[in-house]
């Protein structure tokens, strides 16, 4: 079983939709979980990050986290065309030093 | 905003060459790391670098990568003898090693190797 799971997708939604994007990850001692946004031939952007059950806000992005169920999720309301790009997750056993784990991300495109 | 930069943003290589892929961390970073992504893969953690020695190494990061901090703005990652299968996006990124982890990235430099 792979360390992270992420639907590669690609997802393709209208302007305005709801997006939900998922990883699920095996290693129990993953505790720091983000989401990072990469554009095509440039480096992951790091958009939200938390390290507790529940869910964090931001903007138009929700991170959710369940880690009971090793599952996190990244919600986009409202969806914009300049949304389109791919949506890593992240995950790391402790802050710090530590080296993060991906998961492969998922192409999400946002039609006009 | 402060970021990462590296240079150069493509370098090509005859297999068997030896390459020097640069990064400037953010200035008030402590740790520094390099990851690369093979087209199409997922990013893959390659070392990070901490107090001027590697704190942790991926099996990927075998005898023939280096990393050296030779001042103190530059963060270097060095190939000895490229292989073909050593193309890919490698990214650079840094951290003030504060509990979030937060990493920022820069913008990577695509190594073609012939």
């Known amino acids: 079983q792979k360390e992270v799971e992420q639907d590669p997708g690609p997802l393709s939604v209208p302007e305005g939709a709801i997006v939900s994007l998922n990883c699920t990850y095996s290693?129990?001692?993953?505790?720091?979980f983000m989401w990072y946004r990469q554009y095509s031939r440039k480096g992951p952007e790091l958009l939200m990050y938390?390290?507790?059950?529940g869910n964090k806000e931001d903007g138009r992005f929700t991170a959710q986290v369940d880690k009971s169920s090793k599952y996190i999720s990244l919600f986009i309301r409202d969806s914009q065309p300049s949304d389109s790009a791919t949506y890593l997750c992240a995950m790391s056993d402790s802050g710090g030093y530590q080296k993060v784990t991906f998961g492969t991300g998922t192409k999400l495109q946002v039609i006009p | 905003e402060p970021e990462v930069t590296q240079t150069p943003s493509h370098q090509v290589t005859q297999m068997g060459q030896e390459v020097i892929l640069r990064c400037v961390p953010i200035?008030?970073?402590?740790?520094f790391y390099w990851y690369r992504q093979i087209l199409g893969q997922k990013v893959e953690f390659l070392v990070s670098?901490?107090?001027?020695?590697?704190?942790?190494k991926s099996e990927i990061f075998d005898d023939q990568f280096s990393v050296e901090r030779p001042d103190g703005s530059n963060f270097t990652l060095k190939i000895r003898s490229t292989k073909l299968e050593d193309s890919a996006m490698y990214f650079c990124a840094s951290s003030t090693g504060s509990s979030y982890n937060e990493q920022f990235f820069g913008p990577g430099t695509r190594l073609t190797v012939l």
């Open positions: 670098f901490y107090n001027n020695e590697i704190s942790e």
């Open positions: 290693n129990s001692a993953f505790q720091y």
């Open positions: 938390t390290y507790s059950s």
């Open positions: 200035s008030n970073h402590l740790y």
